[in-house]
C-alpha cells in the first residue's frame, strides 16, 4: 500500500478497521500535543489496565495526575446519561465507563491516585472545548476538545491544590507496566 493514510483506502475499509485507524491517529495526535508541553510534563503511555485493556496516557503536570483516553468516532458525539452517545459508537459501547475502569486498574496497581480523567476527541466531535461527565462536586471525567487538551492540563480545569510531582513520577516509575 503506498499510502495507508489515503482518504479514498480508509473510506473503503471495513468498519473496525476505520475504527482502529481512528483510534491509533487520536491517540497519536494527543502524545504530539502532550510532548510539545514542555519539560514539566512526564507522560507514560499505554499503561497496562489488567482487565481492562489499557489507558492510552498518564500525564503529571504540576496540576495534577490525569488519566488520559483518546479517540476518533469519526463523527459528532454527546453526553447523554452520564456517557458518550454517538451515532457511530458500537451498540453498548460505554467510552466514560471503560476510561474510569482502566483509571482505576492503574491506581490499584500503582497506588497513585488520578487528579482526573480525560475523554480526548477532534475538535469537530463536539460543540465545546470541555464538557463535564457527572456531577460538579465529582465529575466522572471530563471530554475535551483536542485543541483545549494543553490548558485542561496546565491547571484551567483543575481541581484546587497542589501535587507532588516528585513522589508521583517517582512512583509511577517504579510500579507502571505497559501493554
Do not use: C
Not at 482518504?7 to 487520536?26: F, N, Q, V, Y
Not at 488520578?114 to 463536539?126: C, E, I, K, M, N
Amino acid at each position: 500500500i503506498e499510502d495507508p493514510y489515503d482518504p479514498t483506502l480508509i473510506r473503503s475499509a471495513p468498519r473496525h478497521i476505520r475504527r482502529l485507524l481512528g483510534e491509533a491517529l487520536a491517540e497519536e495526535a494527543t502524545a504530539s500535543i502532550v510532548s510539545d508541553m514542555g519539560i514539566g510534563v512526564t507522560v507514560w503511555h499505554d499503561l497496562d489496565a489488567g482487565s481492562e485493556g489499557k489507558l492510552d496516557h498518564a500525564v503529571l503536570t504540576p496540576s495534577g495526575l490525569w488519566a488520559v483516553e483518546s479517540i476518533d468516532w469519526g463523527a459528532p458525539v454527546r453526553v447523554e446519561h452520564g456517557d458518550i452517545v454517538g451515532e457511530t459508537l458500537a451498540p453498548g459501547e460505554r467510552p466514560v465507563k471503560e476510561l474510569v475502569r482502566a483509571a482505576r486498574a492503574v491506581q490499584k496497581q500503582t497506588r497513585v491516585r488520578f487528579t482526573g480523567r480525560l475523554l480526548v476527541v477532534p475538535d469537530s466531535a463536539v460543540e465545546v472545548d470541555v464538557q463535564l461527565v457527572g456531577s460538579p462536586k465529582k465529575p466522572t471525567a471530563l471530554v475535551v476538545r483536542r485543541s483545549a487538551l494543553g490548558q485542561v492540563l496546565n491547571g484551567v480545569w483543575s481541581p484546587p491544590g497542589s501535587v507532588d510531582v516528585f513522589e508521583i513520577r517517582d512512583r509511577l516509575q517504579q510500579t507502571v507496566r505497559f501493554v
